[in-house]
């Protein structure tokens, strides 16, 4: 199993940490267990639906990346040139830096929303509140985000014409 995880996890995620969560959901699913089927397919199937897991919140992630980055650089006229010459490696640490910035319940929100790909209903019910307040917390959480995006560029446009 560990093999297996070592050649389809990605580098950057550790395949121990996978394992552990097959076990978990080995745990979880011990009822639903059948005797009679085979067990190793069992086991890899949880496998792969993790890793299908972890690369489909990736994508969510990704896609939410350039989609930021695409809003935010619409929105300054004169800085297309510029913003091409940021490296994007830069502009996701910001933004991570910013999603840091958020208190702790709308962070929470906005990550289990645009990172992991929640619904609002969804997160609502996991966290036993209202989609309204769902709903809010990311208008705010996507405004702070716009605002202090826009800021950033303003400083860098300001800095690279200054050179």
Do not use: C
Not at 25 to 32: D, I, P
Not at 102 to 122: A, C, S, V
Not at 131 to 141: F, K, L, Y
């Amino acid at each position: 199993m560990k093999g297996f995880l070592k050649k389809v996890v990605p580098i950057d995620e550790d395949p121990e940490n996978v394992l552990q969560e097959v076990y978990v959901k080995l745990w979880e699913n011990r009822q639903s267990i059948n005797p009679n089927n085979h067990f190793e397919t069992f086991l890899f199937s949880i496998a792969k639906n993790l890793v299908i897991d972890i690369m489909r919140k990736r994508l969510n992630k990704q896609k939410y990346l350039e989609n930021l980055y695409i809003h935010i650089k619409g929105g300054q006229n004169n800085s297309l040139d510029t913003l091409a010459k940021i490296e994007y490696s830069e502009l996701e640490q910001k933004i991570f830096d910013l999603i840091e910035k958020l208190p702790k319940k709308r962070q929470l929100i906005f990550k289990l929303n645009r990172l992991e790909g929640f619904t609002y209903k969804e997160i609502a019910e996991q966290l036993n509140i209202s989609e309204n307040t769902v709903d809010t917390q990311m208008r705010q959480a996507l405004s702070f985000l716009r605002r202090e995006m826009n800021i950033y560029f303003s400083i860098l446009i300001l800095l690279l014409i200054n050179r």
